[in-house]
T-cell receptor
Framework: DAKTTQPNSMESNEEEPVHLPCNHS???????IHWYRQLPSQGPEYVIH???SNVNNRMASLAIAEDRKSSTLILHRATLRDAAVYYC????????????FGKGTKLSVKP | GAVVSQHPSWVICKSGTSVKIECRSL??????MFWYRQFPKQSLMLMAT?????????EQGVEKDKFLINHASLTLSTLTVTSAHPEDSSFYIC?????????????FGDGTRLSIL
């Protein structure tokens, strides 16, 4: 499985945008880029996913580099509730298998 | 949206006790569910894949006789930690996919924190 690399931790101020990077230089053409986050003492929750084009939903935006070797999860206005560990995960198209979690990025949000 | 319910949220019990954790898909059917374990300050590690109507598939190093999985219906999988010991104390999380389309997201339960005294 192709690996992803994320910074261990990031800090943000409340109500400011946050850009969470992810490198996946060995991504294959059939790998989708998924993002999940895990709030303290909870199970992970789905955030967003994409293949080639940038994606937006009510939670976040996903910007995917043209060569697909990196991506950035964008939280447009961080809130205290966004403090969590964010996981960038590659998943083969059509896969119904388990997710493979790396260490993720621990995001702290300061008031 | 699709919801996965996990019960109980936390358990504290004595060493040697067996503990059953339930994972239910509330508004969709799941032929496959996954069980993960998470130790403090670590990431989620897959323990086993639960298959409706058939035997579970366990990851290397996970004892199938200790972690019994039953997936008797399309909406319920259970994980029983048999004769639990302090080293089994962990955060157990289940997940399920809600569809067969391309890259449907996985939906996770809120986890069960197991503390063995």
């Amino acid at each position: 499985d192709a690996k992803t690399t994320q910074p261990n931790s990031m800090e943000s101020n409340e109500e400011e945008p946050v850009h969470l990077p992810c490198n996946h230089s060995t991504i294959s053409g059939t790998d989708y880029i998924h993002w999940y986050r895990q709030l303290p003492s909870q199970g992970p929750e789905y955030v967003i996913h994409g293949l080639t084009s940038n994606v937006n939903n009510r939670m976040a935006s996903l910007a995917i580099a043209e060569d697909r070797k990196s991506s950035t999860l964008i939280l447009h206005r961080a809130t205290l509730r966004d403090a969590a560990v964010y996981y960038c995960i590659l998943r083969k198209a059509g896969s119904q298998g388990n997710l493979i979690f790396g260490k993720g990025t621990k995001l702290s949000v300061k008031p | 949206g699709a919801v996965v319910s996990q019960h109980p949220s936390w358990v504290i019990c004595k060493s040697g006790t067996s503990v059953k954790i339930e994972c239910r898909s509330l508004d969709f059917q799941a032929t496959t569910m996954f069980w993960y374990r998470q130790f403090p300050k670590q990431s989620l590690m897959l323990m086993a894949t639960s298959n409706e109507g058939s035997k579970a598939t366990y990851e290397q190093g996970v004892e199938k006789d200790k972690f019994l999985i039953n997936h008797a219906s399309l909406t319920l999988s259970t994980l029983t930690v048999t004769s639990a010991h302090p080293e089994d104390s962990s955060f157990y999380i289940c997940s399920a996919g809600s569809g067969t389309g391309t890259n449907q997201p996985q939906h996770f339960g809120d986890g069960t924190r197991l503390s063995i005294l």
